[in-house]
């Protein structure tokens, strides 16, 4: 079974701090995705990586950055959080350009 | 760039009845039209999927139909039961570049008892 990991299902932050959002997958995935999900907005894709160390950005990615440096992991990087970051993380990984996008189970991201 | 629409927002069906969510999108360059379900504190996890070139596809109770003509695209889900409770995503993707999903806004689905 693929296994897509995030390393905390909660998070609480205050504003300005930087906030790292770890991803990993254990099935060789090329592809890697970071959206996030608001009510009424469904997911938005913030950045998404096609190899390592490379990153493209997605539809919302101001505020956000990215690290691919192993295949297998994928991290997120709010560098100032604001509190209009609160919002769950997901993240996804698939294996070729046209394959089904795995999910991790998210992260709820408070910034207080 | 692509933009897709859902609807409805929120549905409430009988066990047993069937339930139907649709979609539209905007870009004809679009060729590739997965859903998504997603129960309660789980990530979404994909359900069905249909490609431009098919015009519809069923697996069990589930089956998806695409006019590409008028851009949109539908999930019908019979028999419904209670574990088909659920949020459901459409999404669509370009086959230009990575596999860039773009997702409609979510349908949360009820089966009453």
């Known amino acids: 079974d693929v296994k897509v990991t995030q390393s905390s299902r909660y998070l609480v932050k205050r504003t300005g701090e930087k906030v790292f959002l770890e991803c990993v997958q254990d099935?060789?995935?090329?592809?890697m995705f970071w959206y996030r999900q608001d009510p009424g907005l469904g997911l938005r894709l913030i950045y998404f990586s096609y190899d390592v160390k490379m990153k493209e950005k997605g539809d919302i990615p101001e505020g956000y950055s990215v690290s691919r440096e192993k295949k297998e992991r994928f991290s997120l990087i709010l560098e100032s959080a604001s509190t209009n970051q609160t919002s769950m993380y997901l993240c996804a990984s698939s294996f070729g350009r046209e394959d089904i996008q795995y999910f991790g189970a998210g992260t709820r991201l408070s910034v207080l | 760039g692509e933009n897709v629409e859902q609807h409805p927002s929120t549905l409430s069906v009988q066990e047993g009845d069937s339930a139907v969510i649709k979609c539209t999108y905007s870009?004809?360059?679009?060729?590739?039209f997965p859903w998504y379900k997603q129960e309660l504190g789980k990530g979404p996890q994909l359900i069905i999927d249909i490609r431009s070139n098919v015009g519809e596809k069923k697996d069990q109770r589930i089956a998806v139909t695409l006019n590409k003509t008028a851009k949109h695209f539908s999930l019908h889900i019979t028999e419904t039961q209670p574990e088909d409770s659920a949020v459901y995503f459409c999404a669509a993707s370009s086959s230009q570049g990575a596999q860039k999903l773009v997702f409609g806004q979510g349908t949360r689905l009820t089966i009453n008892p």
């Open positions: 099935m060789d995935h090329e592809n």
């Open positions: 870009d004809s360059a679009s060729n590739y």
